[in-house]
């Protein structure tokens, strides 16, 4: 699909979430809650105990009955339907040629740890910060998508091997 | 002429029109004035400072009494029950946080009849549902809750009633508005958050 | 022609929205947008017009009586014009207020009701309209309120 | 007017259902913009594929211009949108950790996810590695809470800070992205790779 055209879907599904729920996207958000359910069903008290995780547990709450819980089930659910319609179901590993399958997985992995690492810490990755952030011309978003991108290009010169 | 190309232009034209717009406005009125006239203008949205009392001395919980005073006003006499959001912060679209309950009763009450009378116009005109002031403001509180006293010979049941209503409102009065500040203002600010902070974002 | 054709998926969009803006803001049957700017003299009380300050308000003075009784209280010459509350926005009042070149006083036995309608009309853009209210009538509280001092607190 | 959720108090089931349907709609645009493939978005940083800031500035501009319309017209009430609270340290420090996350991962987690749901392998140990990630923030927490939650500034808009009109800083913010369309397509034509745009 043309890019630009594209990008009005997504901008028109943001609006819409901000017109329906007055809130934005956010994907790492529900990464999270996942976490903290895991957590607290593996080690209760220990999730009741610390200062991180007691606070999705206060009041009976369900961390997996949430917003971004169910926000993300929808990304999985919308992709496949997407992939589905455009004929791209398949599983496979992409990578460059030049690169070992294990080196490719081991270094999406590292990603994925740095990448929702920083989404925790800025509250909010290149979706739930970045993106809506912007929507809403908040300071906060402007900033959080200056770093990604600045540091990702940084960044991209000592993973060059990798992907080119 | 390439997609990008008709697509930056349609942006230009569209980001044109939204800089000309007087849009550090922010909020305006939402419904037509016709519409809104008769909704002002409606006697079902006052209330008496008795009907007030009633809901104050039976704890209603379906009712909000929403102060339009300032804090420093609002610390040294409030309805009890009450929550204060100056009449100034008001403006500063401060409604949607107070009033989205749909199906409670919210009564603005400032010391006159000019500010609750207001804040009740721009309620209605971002078409908020139940919305009333309480007629004569905090003035006619004291004036009826506070001062009255009974003179006659003989007392109806009805009279009764609201005498009692009185008396008990204004031992409710005395006995929050004698408290030091230090617990008044505790009060207010629980209440406070409780009203605030938006939901979203990813945390 | 061909312009049209080439750029039609632009027009298209940028058209409609361009109407429905221009409507909304020149339209007399809205509110005017920035509802804060409008209702700022109520936060300033510079719109609460009592005996003191009548006599020095300058300009040819009207008053819009919006009840039946007569306001009677500053009978000295002055031009008052009968319109009950509810028909304030029929169009040969509105471009009475509208025409009046001076300030336009709303009175009303009930400061609620000359509040309200004050409030309505300036959200509809009219300036120079001031609230004729009694020496007494202002957003201060009269009485005082005493402490009883036997009260402890529970909590 | 809206957020509905403002206007009417939503039912929890109701609620919910609406992020499953704004995640349908937000997966789908991902994965139709091409987004479920890691050598596609890491292209804009070697510039042979600029996709995602095409995506990405559209996307931020529409719903933008909407808004303020939306707004403009009062059916919207932005006050009542929630705006991202500005901690300076937290979102430069976790920016950047991001921004080598993306490259050495190929994704973020939104795209990731939609990457996995079409059966990208490298997707799915993504996410297990995302999970590790929040997990381990989790458990350092009381480590960085300082930095995450110092120098607090509220949730502030920018065209506030500047002094300017929202929809005048749209406007700049238009040119801007036109001015950045127009470099990423002269860079995708100077930095092209058809071996692998090709393959993806």
């Not at chain 2, 949205?45 to 102060?67: C, G, M």
């Not at chain 2, 204004?170 to 230090?182: A, C, I």
């Not at chain 3, 004050?118 to 209210?133: E, P, R």
Request: with cysteine; glycine share 10%; proline share 3%.
């Amino acid at each position: 699909m043309n890019p630009y055209l594209a990008g009005t879907m997504l901008g028109m599904v943001l609006l819409l979430a901000m017109f329906l729920s007055g809130r934005g996207l956010g994907a790492s958000g529900g990464i999270k809650y996942c976490v903290v359910s895991i957590v607290g069903a593996v080690d209760r008290p220990h999730a009741e105990g610390s200062i991180y995780y007691s606070k999705y547990f206060e009041e009976g709450k369900k961390p997996l009955k949430n917003w971004l819980t169910l926000e993300i089930l929808g990304v999985i659910a919308g992709g496949f339907i997407s992939g589905a319609i455009s004929k791209r179901l398949k599983f496979k590993i992409e990578k460059s040629p030049k690169i070992s399958k294990t080196r490719r997985l081991i270094f999406a992995f590292l990603g994925g740890v740095f990448f929702v690492y920083g989404a925790q810490l800025a509250r909010g990755c290149t979706s739930g910060a970045a993106l809506s952030g912007m929507a809403v011309l908040s300071v906060a978003g402007f900033v959080t998508m200056i770093a990604i991108f600045g540091s990702a290009y940084i960044f991209a010169w000592f993973f060059r091997k990798n992907w080119i | 002429m390439n997609t990008r190309g008709k697509f930056s232009a349609g942006l230009l034209c569209l980001g044109f029109i939204l800089a000309l717009l007087p849009l550090s406005a922010n909020w305006s009125f939402t419904i037509k004035p016709q519409k809104l006239l008769p909704k002002v203008l409606d006697d079902k949205t006052y209330f008496t400072v008795d009907q007030v009392a009633r809901f104050v001395v039976s704890e209603d919980t379906t009712v909000q009494i929403i102060d339009l005073r300032s804090p420093k006003e609002f610390r040294a006499v409030n309805i009890p029950g009450s929550i204060n959001v100056p009449y100034d912060k008001l403006l500063n679209n401060a409604l949607g946080s107070i009033l989205s309950n749909g199906n409670i009763k919210n009564i603005f009450y400032s010391n006159s009849d000019f500010d609750s009378n207001y804040a009740l116009v721009i309620a209605g005109g971002l078409n908020y549902k139940n919305i009333y002031v309480m007629k004569g403001g905090l003035n006619e509180w004291f004036n009826t809750v506070m001062n009255s006293s009974f003179s006659g010979e003989r007392i109806s049941a009805r009279e009764n009633a609201l005498f009692e209503t009185r008396t008990r409102a204004r031992k409710m009065f005395t006995e929050l508005n004698s408290l030091p500040d230090s617990l008044k203002l505790k009060f207010i600010e629980t209440k406070h958050i409780a009203s605030k902070k938006l939901d979203g974002g990813c945390e | 022609m061909k312009v049209i054709n080439k750029y039609k998926v632009i027009i298209a969009v940028v058209l409609p929205i361009l109407i429905l803006v221009l409507i909304r803001s020149f339209g007399a049957n809205h509110f005017k947008s920035d509802a804060k700017r409008w209702a700022e003299p109520s936060v300033l009380r510079s719109n609460i017009i009592t005996g003191d300050q009548f006599g020095t308000l300058t300009g040819d003075k009207l008053i819009i009586n919006l009840g039946k009784a007569v306001s009677g209280i500053y009978n000295m010459n002055i031009d008052e014009l009968n319109i009950p509350a509810d028909s304030i926005l029929s169009k040969n009042h509105l471009k009475t207020i509208r025409k009046h070149d001076g300030p336009v006083l709303l009175f009303s036995s009930e400061t609620a009701v000359s509040s309200r309608i004050w409030m309505v009309l300036s959200q509809m853009g009219y300036q120079n309209i001031f609230i004729l209210a009694n020496d007494s009538d202002n957003e201060v509280l009269k009485y005082k309120f005493q402490p009883d001092t036997l009260v402890r607190p529970e909590l | 007017m809206g957020p509905i959720s403002s206007l009417i108090q939503m039912p929890e089931w109701l609620d919910l259902l609406i992020a499953l349907l704004i995640g349908i709609g937000f997966g789908f645009s991902l994965e139709q913009a091409g987004f479920s493939s890691s050598r596609k978005l890491v292209g804009m940083f070697y510039g042979y594929d600029t996709t995602v800031i095409k995506v990405f500035f559209t996307a931020s501009i529409v719903a933008l211009i909407g808004s303020q319309l939306l707004s403009f017209f009062g059916l919207l009430n932005l006050n009542q949108v929630f705006v991202n609270e500005f901690y300076v340290n937290a979102s430069i420090v976790g920016g950047i950790i991001m921004g080598a996350g993306f490259i050495m991962g190929g994704f973020c987690p939104g795209t990731g996810l939609s990457a996995l749901s079409i059966g990208k392998i490298d997707a799915m140990v993504f996410f297990v590695g995302g999970l590790t990630g929040a997990f381990l923030f989790a458990e350092t927490y009381p480590l960085i809470q300082k930095l995450a939650n110092g120098s607090y500034k509220g949730p502030i808009k920018i065209n506030e800070v500047l002094g300017i009109s929202p929809g005048l800083f749209t406007f700049l913010l238009i040119i801007a992205a036109v001015i950045m369309f127009w470099i990423a397509e002269a860079a995708e034509k100077r930095f092209a790779r058809p071996d692998i745009t090709n393959e993806i």
